[in-house]
């Protein structure tokens, strides 16, 4: 999946209807409603970045995962579609430096992104015991006296 096929999964509208119709207008001052009652013409800049920055987060992520080239399922870029939306509601409460209030769409975003990508186990209650990520890394105590190659290891200090 390209960065040009994630920015056609989400619209500017999408990011509207995902929100109170007064927090969008508290969050584009008035001014997202576009000419003539098309919500696509003229809309602030701080929603198409928003919009484009989710689109470029959502290929980043790919990249990380090793996923560019894989073809996903109408369901997977069903799932991959709500977390850019999840993703550009947080960038334009974070554009507006209302970052705390979003959190949650970010977290949101970050679960559904690595349930699509097979990172995680989907769950969002932060403790993704299936998941096999990065827990920590053992130390290393080295004996003066000792041949450098004669190290001795500790495990690390927490495992989940």
């Not at 130390?139 to 495992?159: I, W």
Request: hydrophobic share 40%; charged share 25%.
């Amino acid at each position: 999946m390209t960065l040009s096929e994630l920015k056609t999964l989400i619209t500017v509208a999408e990011v509207k209807a995902a929100l109170d119709d007064q927090l969008f207008e508290s969050l584009t001052y008035g001014r997202g409603r576009g000419t003539h009652g098309d919500p696509e013409a003229k809309v602030v800049t701080n929603v198409q970045f928003a919009v484009q920055a989710s689109a470029r987060w959502g290929y980043s992520r790919l990249i990380g995962a090793g996923a560019q080239n894989r073809a996903f399922s109408a369901d997977s870029r069903e799932v991959i579609r709500e977390a850019l939306i999840k993703r550009a509601v947080y960038e334009l409460g974070r554009t507006q430096e209302f970052k705390e209030n979003f959190d949650m769409d970010r977290e949101d975003a970050d679960t559904m992104m690595d349930a699509v990508l097979g990172l995680s186990d989907g769950s969002s209650d932060g403790d993704n015991t299936n998941s096999a990520g990065y827990v920590g890394a053992a130390g290393a105590q080295y004996v003066k006296g000792q041949s450098c190659h004669a190290a001795v290891f500790t495990p690390p200090l927490r495992r989940r």
